[in-house]
């Protein structure tokens, strides 16, 4: 792969992460999910996904983008 498609490849990651991490936050907002946080103290596992894969992908992108 060339150096120009790996940077294109790791900022599409990198957005892709902050959005993850946005739709889990914005999930965590829900009705369901503050029953559930209420109740056992913890987020939801779906909202526990979205912020793993959110941090994941933000991190793989950033270590391709500054990776020589």
Known sequence: MTKSSMKIISIVLMASGIGLA???YN????FG???????????????????IGGAVSFATGLFLYIKK
Request: proline share 4%.
């Open 27 to 30: 999930l965590s907002g829900g």
């Open 33 to 51: 999910s503050q029953v559930t946080q209420a109740f056992t103290g913890s987020p939801t596992d779906k909202v526990m996904m979205f912020y």
């Open 22 to 24: 946005s739709w889990g």
